[in-house]
């Protein structure tokens, strides 16, 4: 293993899709949109569909989950995620494929190992079935994934500052959403502790817990009606220089497509940081 690719294939309220892979093989965290679109921007990157040789799913919200009995059992595809999060995406109607086969019941807090990556389920608050964020180490990187949380607890934080590149979310700004067309009972829905993370919020916390060690933010699941690119990275940007934290010198701030894939991030394998030394093997 020389490297370890990171490719957004799609975030935002219309289907969340992420590929983390080796030069050989790779994962896919969620898959809410369609295995067409995920083989099709796989493909502009040079990447076979052929090569994953999983998905991770964080919750059963429809824009998480879209294709992922298809991709699984039409495609053989192992998926996994917690049992009650399993149990809740059969009941989804957007997931037309049920998943009956390949299925790979995990635990929270328990790492497992798939190939070179090793993985641990950790909880968010949200409004799913079940709900969880996902550490993913490999070749030395920590990855962290938290992309639908309405507030960050302890024992999620202490996930996030483990990471060398974190996919967190920054969904939208409380003054487009309070202004904005959505009905009031929408509204309460997200800003509550089991909603979304503003960005206010977001860039409170990265500006309260930021590490040497963390070179890469990338911002996921941006709201197309309260939020823009633009306002999310000043936002941020503009509250981790108030702590001296300079995006471009220490570290680099990405906001992730919604609707298309990012640009495919490239990351030197580091053998320095250790693996875990207890996992669940499949």
Do not use: W
Request: charged share 20%; aromatic share 10%.
């Amino acid at each position: 293993m020389n490297q370890i690719r990171f490719l957004s294939l799609s975030s935002g309220s219309s289907g969340n899709c992420y590929y983390l892979g080796t030069d050989t093989y790779g994962i896919l965290v969620d898959a809410g949109i369609s295995a067409r679109q995920i083989k099709k921007s796989l493909a502009a990157n040079g990447i076979a569909f052929e090569s994953i040789v999983a998905v991770c799913i964080t919750h059963d919200h429809a824009d998480h989950i879209r294709g992922a009995g298809y991709v699984g059992e039409k495609c053989g595809i192992p998926v996994y995620t917690t049992q009650s999060i399993l149990n809740g995406m059969n009941r989804c109607y957007a997931m037309t494929q049920k998943i009956y086969s390949v299925g790979r019941p995990i635990l929270k807090d328990t790492p497992f190992a798939i190939r070179d990556f090793t993985i641990t389920a950790f909880e968010v608050p949200h409004d799913g079935t079940d709900n969880v964020g996902y550490r993913i180490e490999a070749g030395g990187r920590c990855f962290v994934f938290a992309t639908d949380l309405g507030y960050i607890p302890d024992r999620v934080a202490d996930y996030l500052q483990q990471a060398h590149c974190l996919v967190l979310e920054a969904n939208y700004d409380m003054a487009m959403l309070q202004q904005g067309p959505y009905p009031y009972y929408l509204k309460k829905r997200i800003v509550s502790r089991s909603g979304h993370l503003c960005n206010n919020d977001t860039a409170e916390f990265l500006a309260t817990h930021y590490h040497s060690g963390l070179s890469h933010i990338f911002l996921c699941h941006l709201s197309r009606e309260n939020n823009t690119p633009e306002l999310a990275c000043r936002t941020i940007e503009e509250r981790l220089m108030q702590s001296d934290i300079v995006v471009g010198r220490d570290v680099l701030l990405a906001p992730l497509p919604r609707n298309t894939a990012s640009e495919l991030y490239l990351f030197p394998v580091d053998d320095a940081v250790p693996c875990y030394s207890q996992m669940r093997l499949f």
